[in-house]
């Protein structure tokens, strides 16, 4: 009964990091979707950026530095209150935190005198679910979608507006 408890932690661990993952890439794809065609977009972020842009550029009298203005602007975009970026960090602490109660579980199974038969669930899970993150990770790509966010906008900035 022990072993279910700290694998269920396991598994749990690593499910949030996988849907972190695949939350993220959703949100960059939806972006870059719509950057494809930044004069009719209907995304609420990137009629906000244009606007600020706008307003930007006619405050600073046309010098105006894109490339940056544009990395500020993708740094501040937040869901639910959380930053992408620190929603990246998170996937990964979580990722991390359920191969440490993974080894927690080892520990105490050790510690309770388990034979190795009871213990190789652990790694297995561990393995498998390190094996899906990064699997996932990589499917996603959210920082080279973000990338792709970042050019398709310093394009249309420099050349629309």
Do not use: W
């Not at 990338?147 to 310093?154: A, D, S």
């Amino acid at each position: 009964m022990q072993n279910l408890h700290y694998i269920g932690i396991v598994l749990l661990l690593l499910g949030m990091s996988i849907l972190f993952q695949i939350v993220i890439g959703v949100l960059y794809q939806k972006m870059l979707r719509e950057t494809d065609n930044m004069a009719v977009t209907e995304h609420k972020l990137l009629k906000q950026c244009k606007l600020k842009f706008t307003n930007c550029f006619e405050l600073n009298e046309g010098s105006v530095n894109i490339p940056v203005f544009v990395d500020k602007f993708l740094n501040q975009i937040h869901f639910a209150g959380v930053s992408m970026t620190n929603i990246t960090h998170l996937s990964g602490q979580f990722m991390l935190f359920s191969i440490f109660a993974a080894g927690v579980g080892v520990c105490q199974g050790i510690i309770d005198g388990s034979t190795l038969g009871e213990l190789v669930p652990y790694y297995i899970v561990s393995l498998f679910g390190l094996y899906l993150y990064f699997s996932i990770s990589s499917l996603v790509d959210a920082k080279g979608k973000k990338n792709m966010v970042r050019t398709n906008l310093i394009d249309y900035l420099e050349n629309h507006l």
